[in-house]
Structures are given as C-alpha cells and as structure tokens.
DNA sequence: CCGACTGTTATACGCGCGTATAATCGTGCG
DNA sequence: CGCACGATTATACGCGCGTATAACAGTCGG
C-alpha cells in the first residue's frame, strides 16, 4: 500500500514568495546561514522542497531575495518611526534612533540573520548594492534629520555627523542585540540619544516623552 | 603502478595547530563559514584532511580555536597601540582609538570573519564566554584609557562613556571595512576621533602628531 | 461538468561533507 | 644502527546537500 500523496492547497505566487523568504529569514536567524537548507526551509514554509525551484531559479536567488527583504524590512521601520510623531526636529530625529534601538530591530535574531549574509554582500556585487544602498538609504535620512536641527553648521559637517551616528547606533545595536543582560533596560536607548546629543550639541533626553516604553528608566 | 606516497615531515603540535588556526580564519574570511571544509583547510595548511582529527577532537573544536584566536588577537593589537606611545592620557586614547580603525584591524576580511562566526557565538555557551570576556576586556581598557582623562566625572558617567565610544569604534569598523571606497584614506579615524572627542568633552585630533599614517588627511 | 493548464509533490542522482580507521613512514632513543 | 612509537597519509563510509525531472491533482474557463 502507498502511502497517501500530500494535500495541498494552491496559493498565489506572492504568498509563496514571502513564505519561503520568510522561512528562510528565521532559519538563518536562529541556526546560522548552515542551517537554512532547501528542505529545513520548504518544512518550515509548509510545502515540499522541489517548490522552491519552481518560485526561485536556485537557492542563491532565494537567499537574495531574503537579504534584499531583510535590509528593505529595516529601512521601513526607521521610516516608519519619523511618520507618526511630531514636527519637532529633535523630537523626530530622538524617534528615530529609538526605533533602532528597540526590538523589532535590536534583536539579536536580526543581527544573526545580517551577519549570516555578510561574506555573500562582500563577493555579490548585486547584494553589495544592496547593502550600500541600504547603508546610505539609512545614512542620509539620519543626515537630513540632523541638517534640520536648530544649528549653524559649517559646510560638510552634516555629513560627517551622520556617519559618526550611524555607526554609533550600528555599534549600539549590535552589541545590545548579542548582550542583552549587560545592560539594563532601555539603556541602549538612553546612551544612544545622550552621546549624539553630545556628538550634535544639543540634548535629545528632553524629547523623549512621546516615546514608547521610555521615560521609567531616565535619570 | 601505484601513485607515490606524499612525502611529508614532522613538526610541532604547536605549527601545526597554528597552521590549521590560520588556514580556518583566512578561509571563512574569504568564502564565509561554508568555504572552510576540512578538505579546503587541510590544502590551505598544507597537510591532509585527516590530520586534522589528530589535533583537534572536531571541526567544532577547530571552528572554536579560530574564533577564540581571532578575538584574541584583536584585544592584543589594542594593547600593543598603547604600549610604544607616550604617557599623555590623551595621546595614549587617541593611539588607541586610531589602532582599531587602520589595517590590519580595520579589514574586511577580519569583519567577514567576525560576523561568520556570529550565530555560533550565540548558540555555544563557550563561544558565547569568549565573545563576552574579549568585549568587556576592550570596553574595560577603554574605560580606563578614558578614567585618566584630567577631567571631573559624575558616578557612572565613564561606564556609559565607554559602551559609547566602543559602539561608536565598532559601527565605524564595521561599515569602514565593508565600504572602504565610501570613505577618504584616514577619515574614518578622524570621524572616530573627532566624535569620540565631542562625547568625552575634549579634543583628542591635537595629540595624533605621533600617529602613522595620519597627518595629511586632516583638516 | 470536464479537460487542460500548471502549481505541487515525489523520487532519484551525484557530489562533497565530516568522520572513522587502517596503512605507512619519519624520527628520536637506546 | 635499528627499532618502536606515533605523526601523517590513504581510503572508505554514510549522510544530507542542491538540483533535475516525472507524476500527480487542484482549479478555472468553457
């Protein structure tokens, strides 16, 4: 007697594409890049291995296309986090660092996940893209933010501001994301706003009120 | 006719770890995690694949090896830059500072290799050991460098200067390695210097007359 | 309600992986 | 100088990988 063939349900080809992405997504954030196999992926998406072939030339193309939707994913939630708050520059820009300092995107899954694809953004060139894109997408919304603070600001120094609070945020988010319990919480925030007001010259911690889960632990 | 048996000589356990150490880090630093088999690394080492079950119980433990001699090393070039400089408190940060955004620190291979190991670090307990003891370890000299500062501090203040200026260092390493055309030659460590000046209240870009490779870049 | 289209499953293939173990030979010691 | 030890090589095994392809079945227009 042969064992009975699998049900199945057909299912748009989008809904398709974002399962396995999204299978894929975790897989690489919870077990490494190793761990994101044809099969671990089209069991945890539901369907058979052989599906993903159907919707994706080859594996690389789906991991791709996890990376893109990853970096894309975390563009759109700092975006996100300027749209509902207030016309305050300082208000504004304090948002958006909180948004990057705070799960959904301080979580080390996400770190996981980004790092998993670092080798593969270093010898792709269209993930390479990708990924400066993203950088500079993220980068220039930061410099924006800043040039419309209250300052008198010597010409090129936006610029070099809004590296040095990408990369101070970038460092805070990695570090917060691996260690959780070396600091306490919201404290990533609290230092994230405090030493780019000190880099910008200003003080973010008294714009703080608007944000979510803040305020019960600022001095 | 039989093919020859390949000729090979004896050497210390301590070359031969070394070797293998060093064929692993340099190979996931090009290819990623997947690219460093036993067959590739034994070739890299000049040695055949057996012979690495003879000194390392696994490819686990050689895997564990590399990333403890990888984080290692890097703690160690932080404490060489502070060792031939001066005694001024200032110079001896900046010395420190600018080490750790210049090869071979600042490479992309060494980043590559950092976040290949990330999701291991996360899931051995070990690794996780190693990882937590080498941060904190340069977070701690940092802070240190920081505490002679000729400055008053409040209670508490240095810690969270220190997880500032680390996070700051490693976002600028991260995005200076992967995108080094996206900067001028030395730039980053004037970014690093000069923000990390504006966190700490003082001006560390007077004392880098002694700094190689630095001089012509800034303003 | 039925047939064709195609989304989906099932099965198989070959390769490279980490590992295990036996054969070999360089070398230091008596 | 020779022999025994063990560092090193050689070979093989089984498994899971990504991929290719044929068989099946859900679905939709007529």
Same mark, same amino acid.
């Given at each position: ?63 791709? *296309?996890? #990376?893109? !939707?990853?970096? @894309? ?11 509902? $708050?207030?016309? /305050? ?43 400066? *894109?993203? #950088?500079? !997408?993220?980068? @220039? ?11 008198? $600001?010597?010409? /090129? ?63």
């Amino acid at each position: 007697m042969q064992p009975a063939r699998r049900l199945y349900r057909r299912e748009s080809e989008e809904s398709r594409r974002t399962a396995l992405i999204l299978a894929t997504q975790e897989l690489v954030a919870e077990g490494g890049p190793e761990a994101a196999t044809v099969r671990a992926i089209a069991e945890r998406a539901g369907v058979t291995p052989g599906l993903i072939r159907h919707y994706f030339q080859s594996k690389d193309e789906l991991s791709r *296309a996890a #990376y893109r !939707a990853l970096m @894309d994913g975390m563009t759109a939630k700092g975006a996100d986090a300027i749209e509902g $708050v207030g016309a /305050g520059p300082e208000e504004r820009l304090a948002a958006f660092i909180a948004a990057s300092l705070r799960p959904p995107v301080l979580d080390a899954g996400a770190v996981v996940l980004w790092a998993g694809y670092m080798h593969k953004v270093r010898s792709d060139p269209d993930l390479m893209a990708v990924h400066e *894109a993203s #950088y500079l !997408a993220y980068r @220039d919304t930061l410099q924006q933010l800043i040039e419309t603070l209250p300052r008198v $600001v010597k010409p /090129g120094q936006t610029r070099v501001e809004a590296i040095a609070c990408n990369a101070l945020i970038d460092g805070l988010w990695v570090e917060g994301s691996l260690l959780p319990g070396t600091f306490g919480p919201g404290e990533v925030i609290t230092i994230g706003l405090s030493s780019i007001s000190a880099i910008l010259g200003l003080n973010l911690l008294d714009h703080t009120a608007m944000l979510p889960d803040f305020g019960k632990t600022t001095p």
